[in-house]
């Protein structure tokens, strides 16, 4: 087992069986006024750049680790299929509606600029759980790296009073601790811990609007139906979810000039699933072999698929597929509508 710190306090986080998403506020927040969003997490977030990492980052990795003001600001968002792990767009470039042309688009051009700093197969630290490669940047890294080189630059450009912090992160953290000899709850308040450290950087350099997500039902991808053991279970995705709740609703008691978002991501993708014809999806419980060929847009069934990837709610074994994201990135919007003063 990689974890090697000793739990000196047990707390017991009392497991809940829903997670309302839900606005803490003391300041105006106006999504339409919203001119930048500052992204943070994994693969379900991250998009390609020109100066990222190609299938990894927008900019930059853990052996490339500083870069600078130029690179920076002549850094495009690229749309192609293979530019996110949906296959397509993802749902910050849905929300924000930046980047979603084919080809390159330049974080300037849009009406709402998007700066994704995600690293795909992102875990929160090291601390807990190991890289996935040794160019990988985890949370906590991503925001020093913030911090370090693209806040800097950003900040003669980016008013803050206009901008949205969004994080979505634990895809990985839940999957690669989920056989661990730990007592959960303790575990993924831990977790939580040490995220919420990196957000109070976030918070240092004077952003005041924040957009977390809580984890998927990962209990029912793919590889996990039908198993008697489940890796991810659904009570570790509650605990999880549980801890961000309160993590979240602590981090607004103690910075209470914040806007705290919580989305439901949780609930909203687990309707999908349960609801499927209602967004013309057809598979929920499997995957098209061929989702990563060239021609699968138009060519699926020479890979045994009979629908379109547009239908299916699962793009491979892990992830979800671009129309998934779109769906999602609207029930975002929604909230963030219904959230705004």
Not at 50 to 60: A, E, K, M, V
Not at 97 to 126: H, N, Y
Not at 195 to 210: A, D, E, K, N
Request: aromatic share 14%; proline share 6%.
């Amino acid at each position: 087992m990689f974890v090697t710190w000793p739990f000196l306090v047990l707390v017991a986080i009392p497991m809940v069986s829903a997670y309302p998403s839900g606005i803490l506020q003391k300041r105006p927040f106006e999504w339409d006024s919203t001119k930048y969003l500052i992204a943070f997490g994994d693969s379900y977030t991250y998009v390609q750049g020109t100066h990222g990492l190609q299938n990894y980052s927008f900019i930059g990795d853990l052996q490339n680790f500083e870069y600078d003001p130029q690179t920076l600001l002549a850094d495009k968002i690229v749309q192609i299929q293979t530019a996110t792990a949906e296959g397509g767009p993802n749902w910050v470039e849905y929300l924000t509606g930046c980047g979603l042309v084919e080809g390159v688009t330049s974080p300037f051009d849009c009406e709402q600029q998007l700066w994704d700093f995600a690293f795909a197969g992102a875990d929160i630290s090291v601390e807990y759980t190991p890289l996935h490669h040794n160019f990988t940047v985890s949370l906590v890294n991503q925001v020093k790296q913030f911090n370090d080189y693209a806040q800097p630059v950003l900040k003669q450009t980016v008013d803050q009073s206009h901008a949205l912090v969004a994080i979505w992160i634990g895809i990985n953290d839940i999957g690669d601790s989920s056989k661990y000899d730990v007592d959960f709850p303790t575990f993924y308040n831990e977790l939580m811990d040490t995220l919420f450290s990196s957000v109070q950087t976030i918070y240092s350099l004077g952003y005041r609007s924040y957009l977390f997500m809580n984890l998927p039902p990962l209990d029912r991808r793919p590889g996990n139906l039908g198993s008697a053991d489940p890796s991810p279970n659904a009570t570790q995705i509650t605990w999880y979810n549980d801890a961000l709740s309160q993590h979240a609703e602590a981090f607004h008691g103690r910075y209470t000039d914040t806007n705290v978002m919580l989305f439901d991501a949780h609930s909203e993708l687990s309707y999908i699933l349960d609801h499927p014809s209602q967004y013309g999806i057809v598979n929920t419980t499997n995957f098209c072999a061929g989702y990563d060929q060239p021609d699968i847009a138009w060519n699926y069934k020479a890979y045994g698929c009979p629908t379109p990837l547009s239908t299916y709610f699962w793009y491979n074994s892990g992830h979800m597929t671009s129309h998934v994201h779109k769906i999602l990135a609207s029930a975002v919007l929604e909230k963030l509508e219904a959230w705004s003063s």
